[in-house]
């Protein structure tokens, strides 16, 4: 399978500061969360993945296109949404779409179809003949992603496309893009909030200062942690009690529930029976996963 | 009664695209295309289509005028009547110049200003495309403008000349090949210069501002190196840094094959081959600006 992005030793240093340090990745096609803080060097790889900007050294494929050897052939396989506002305050949506998807290479009747259809699948139908002067930051950004997929993109580059939404606008964006890769389309998805990632991507890459923190799928990097939570209706000593009378060891109490490590699946058992032996309800007794905080604070820090 | 609907709500969802897909040359065009429209207020506003159609029919007037005093005057004995001739007609200076500051900012500053070179270069387009083609778009409107005018007035003396059309054509065939050539040569210089300008700021106002009056000031400067003589006439090989009417000294070469006698150029040794070789300096010059400022396109 061609690999969405592959990179080796990618290297890029602007004066005083090193965007990207010998980063090397090997991504297949899917949705990818690429996080990090400001100036982890996300947008640094979305230029060099657009072939704006020649790396120092190292090699970058998109798509399994040398980014170096083509970059025209590149752009022609990717959608790019960024993340400040680009929108003329003059043009209606249908029109800057349409124009954009001709600048991509369809033809113009081609273009105002598609981006009658794709204004359609954000949602913005109705609004897409009236001047972007008068869109909301909700619709704006709509429409970001509307000429990102115009040109029917292999791979979209979103840059913090959740940027400056409320949380209804924030959700029904990870739904588009969510429903986006559905339709088959790559999407490498630029942000630093790690929760967006975790909803919608089923890969990631993590990036800190330049340097690859971590890399790889996202169920596998939140894997569950060999701990289960407990919650025995805010009956926190009395539960404690009741799982050290079973002999289960490392238990820590947690927001009035309580924390069990486990050897085996046999201790779920036990604890089980142990609640049920107390006399408490059980309310919930579910695996513990780590967050990709936790993992991002964990494996930059060493 | 029940009443039966017929209508259905579809989800359309994504069509992936199987159609015919352009690459390099087709964004050129598509890019030369919307600058086009945009210049002329084309898919905009009315009031952004006043200017320049309220230019095309001012710098028509003189053409319309010649025309009509022709057909009033064709039955007569008076002389031929000539208000205007094809060498002055091209370069009808101060409503091309405006049309220039104009425009010029009106297709390259708002791309800035809006921030949207990110969206326009993640198209398989590079900053040369995108100089080259918002140069070309302008020269083709400014030629256009110069040179649907001539054709106005070409066509309409024809057709009223008292000795009949044909013998019109005959007798005023070079300036089919010379009123183009000499439009193309004003229309490039301009809007070489009236881009150049727009590249610098992000306000149109400025830009447009900046144009003229460098090319005024150039003007200005000139005519003080030149002196003058006691009749008030420049001539002097410092008619070059008129960089206003440089391209109308390029013109005259065209049309006449010399310097104007009585332009300030007109007998001077080298005069024409020193305006050639500055109208080509500027341009070039104007062009290296360019596209240096879009080599590097950031996001």
């Known amino acids: 399978m061609t690999a969405l992005l592959r990179t080796v030793g990618l290297t890029k240093a602007y004066p005083g500061v090193v965007a990207l340090d010998e980063l090397t990745v090997d991504i297949a096609p899917g949705t990818v969360g690429l996080v990090g803080a400001n100036g982890a060097g996300k947008t640094t790889l979305f230029r060099i993945m657009l072939g704006l900007t020649p790396p120092d050294s190292g090699s970058i494929e998109v798509a399994g296109v040398d980014v170096a050897n083509d970059p025209i052939g590149v752009r022609t396989r990717l959608g790019f949404m960024p993340e400040h506002d680009c929108l003329p305050t003059d043009q209606t949506a249908a029109d800057l779409v349409a124009t954009l998807g001709e600048f991509g290479g369809l033809p113009p009747r081609a273009a105002r179809q598609r981006a009658s259809d794709v204004l359609d699948l954000v949602g913005l139908d109705e609004a897409r003949f009236r001047p972007l002067e008068g869109f909301s930051t909700g619709m704006r950004q709509r429409t970001k992603l509307a000429q990102a997929i115009v040109g029917d993109p292999q791979v979209v580059l979103l840059d913090e496309p959740t940027a400056g939404l409320d949380p209804s606008g924030r959700e029904e964006m990870l739904q588009l893009i969510e429903r986006l890769a559905t339709f088959g389309i790559s999407i490498v998805l630029a942000t630093h909030l790690l929760d967006d990632v975790q909803q919608v991507c089923d890969q990631v890459v993590m990036l800190d200062g330049g340097r690859l923190v971590t890399a790889g799928r ?65 309310h919930r007794l579910t695996p513990r996963s780590r967050s990709l905080d936790d993992v991002f604070l964990d494996r930059a820090t060493r | ?81 000539e208000f205007i001739t094809y060498r002055e007609y091209v370069g009808v200076g101060t409503a091309l110049l405006l049309f220039v500051a104009l425009t010029a900012p009106d297709i390259i500053c708002p791309d800035r200003r809006h921030r949207m070179l990110p969206l326009i270069f993640a198209r398989p387009l590079t900053g040369t495309d995108y100089v080259v083609t918002k140069v070309a778009a302008l020269t083709a409107i400014v030629f256009a403008f110069g040179f649907l005018p001539h054709v106005v007035l ?96 390029v013109r005259d070469l065209v049309f006449l094959g010399e310097m104007a006698p009585d332009g300030p150029l007109g007998g001077i040794d080298g005069g024409a081959t020193a305006a050639v070789v500055t109208y080509l300096a500027v341009v070039g010059t104007s062009m290296a600006v360019l596209l240096r400022r879009y080599r590097w396109i950031e996001t």
């Open chain 2, 154 to 249: 070409f066509v309409g003396q024809a057709f009223v000349d008292r000795d009949g059309s044909l013998t019109y054509v005959r007798a005023n065939a070079e300036f089919i090949w010379q009123v183009p050539i000499a439009v193309a040569i004003v229309a490039i210089y301009y809007s070489v210069l009236g881009i150049l300008a727009a590249s610098f700021t992000n306000r149109r106002a400025i830009a447009g501002a900046v144009f003229l009056i460098v090319l005024l000031v150039a003007s200005v400067v000139s005519a003080v190196l030149s002196g003058g003589d006691e009749e008030g006439v420049f001539s002097s090989m410092w008619a070059v840094v008129n960089l206003l009417a440089l391209p109308l000294r």
């Open chain 2, 1 to 81: 009664m029940t009443a039966t609907s017929t209508g259905a709500v579809y989800d359309r969802g994504y069509r992936p695209y199987d159609g015919p897909r352009g690459g390099r040359n087709e964004a050129r065009r598509a890019l030369w295309r919307a600058s086009v429209r945009r210049a002329l207020g084309l898919r905009r506003s009315w009031r952004q289509k006043v200017f320049p159609w309220t230019l095309l029919a001012i710098v028509s007037v003189p053409a319309v005028v010649n025309v009509g005093i022709a057909y009033l005057t064709r039955d007569t004995v008076a002389e031929e009547f």
């Open chain 1, 218 to 282: 996202t169920d596998a990097l939140v894997e569950t942690t060999g701990t289960v939570t407990v919650d025995a209706g805010g009956h926190t000593d009395a539960l404690l009690d009741a799982i050290g009378a079973a002999g289960l060891t490392s238990v820590v109490a947690l927001d009035g529930s309580v924390a069990v490590s486990m050897s085996s699946d046999d201790d779920l058992d036990r604890i089980v029976a142990a609640v049920a032996a107390a006399g408490l309800p059980l």
